[in-house]
């Protein structure tokens, strides 16, 4: 079972993308979610994360009140939207499942998540 991670792109200062997160070959329906990123050079790092069935939720703190992470358990889909993008929000996202109960500070560590993605490139230009 692979995760299948789509939507990036191109996009300006104050634009706005929807990142979806599918998996290809199963059902991840009872699956906590995360969304994380990695710019050149840096460390992976937490972005948003969501549990099942999707009551709780949180973000890291540089985008708080600008990206909101949704799943769609009937769709078997994860989303991060992504409004007033910066130029430091560039990176390659990257989504990730994990069939144990988490709480949100352990959402945060990629370590926590069994699988991933395989990134979609996210380019914010100034």
């Known amino acids: 079972v692979q995760l299948q991670a789509s939507g990036g792109g191109l996009v300006q200062t104050g634009d706005s993308l929807r990142l979806s997160c599918a998996p290809s070959g199963g059902t991840f329906s009872n699956y906590a979610w995360g969304w994380f990123r990695q710019a050149p050079g840096k460390e992976r790092q937490f972005v948003a994360g969501i549990d099942w069935p999707g009551y709780m939720r949180n973000y890291a703190d540089s985008v708080k009140g600008r990206f909101t992470i949704t799943r769609s358990n009937a769709e078997n889909t994860v989303y991060l939207q992504m409004n007033s993008l910066k130029p430091e929000d560039s990176a390659v996202y990257y989504c990730?499942?994990?069939?144990?109960?988490?709480?949100?500070?352990?959402?945060?560590?990629?370590?926590?998540?069994?699988?991933w993605g395989q990134g979609t490139l996210v380019t914010v230009s100034s």
């Open positions: 990730a499942a994990t069939l144990r109960r988490l709480g949100s500070g352990s959402r945060k560590l990629a370590g926590n998540y069994e699988y």
